[in-house]
T-cell receptor, first 112, second 110 residues
Framework: DAGVTQSPTHLIKTRGQHVTLRCSPI?????VSWYQQVLGQGPQFIFQ???????GRGNFPDRFSARQFPNYSSELNVNALLLGDSALYLC???????????FGPGTRLTVT | EDKVVQSPLSLVVHEGDTVTLNCSYE??????LLWYKQEKKAPTFLFML????IEKKSGRLSSILDKKELFSILNITATQTGDSAVYLC??????????FGPGTRLSVLP
């Protein structure tokens, strides 16, 4: 079975641009969560979606938004990129909102 | 504010040593604690603990939870170089957001 997939794997953007990151969960999983991981730190929670509805939001500015599609895949959008948005963005899927989460390989975003 | 603390933050051992990694937490409406191993990119799931005093075991790795004292430990016996990684502890809070600790970076030398 395929695990969680994310695209792209790497991305370089300049300040002020916007970016869209994509995630496909494990088949049968209905919950997707997004995390930001800065080098040397643990993942920081951004969003959780379950059955296409937002179930949780972390302490991130409104420049960050996400959505979940009918097939349970998800997109994370970040507008007006800042240098500080450079990080590894991880997507995790789970059967339901409070089950163990399985992570994708991540998207490495570099903002210059 | 919900938080997860891990110690030590880094550890260097030699193959064959036994290590104990610590995780303490303060979250509202505790339900479970999870351990992950992160090598290059994606954290990989190791254990989920929900009950106090019940040890979970997988090969050379084991973990136990103490809900009264609000901590968990992850033990790795007979360490190998392949165990070198960052070990993350995570706890879902009341809002079902997963709160992660900073991780323990384990380096196992040959």
């Amino acid at each position: 079975d395929a695990g969680v997939t994310q695209s792209p794997t790497h991305l370089i953007k300049t300040r002020g641009q916007h970016v869209t990151l994509r995630c496909s969960p494990i088949s049968g999983h209905k919950s997707v969560s997004w995390y930001q991981q800065v080098l040397g730190q643990g993942p920081q929670f951004i969003f959780q979606y379950y059955e296409k509805e937002e179930r949780g939001r972390g302490n991130f500015p409104d420049r960050f938004s996400a959505r979940q599609f009918p097939n349970y895949s998800s997109e994370l959008n970040v507008n007006a990129l800042l240098l500080g948005d450079s990080a590894l963005y991880l997507c995790a899927s789970s059967l339901a909102a409070d089950y163990e989460q399985y992570f994708g390989p991540g998207t490495r975003l570099t903002v210059t | 504010e919900d938080k997860v603390v891990q110690s030590p933050l880094s550890l260097v051992v030699h193959e064959g040593d036994t290590v104990t990694l610590n995780c303490s937490y303060e979250v509202t409406n505790f339900r479970s604690l999870l351990w992950y191993k992160q090598e290059k990119k994606a954290p990989t799931f190791l254990f989920m603990l929900t009950s106090s005093g019940i040890e979970k075991k997988s090969g050379r790795l084991s973990s136990i939870l103490d809900k009264k004292e609000l901590f968990s430990i992850l033990n790795i016996t007979a360490t190998q170089t392949g165990d070198s990684a960052v070990y993350l502890c995570a706890v879902p809070n009341y809002g079902q957001n997963f709160v992660f600790g900073p991780g323990t970076r384990l380096s196992v030398l040959p």
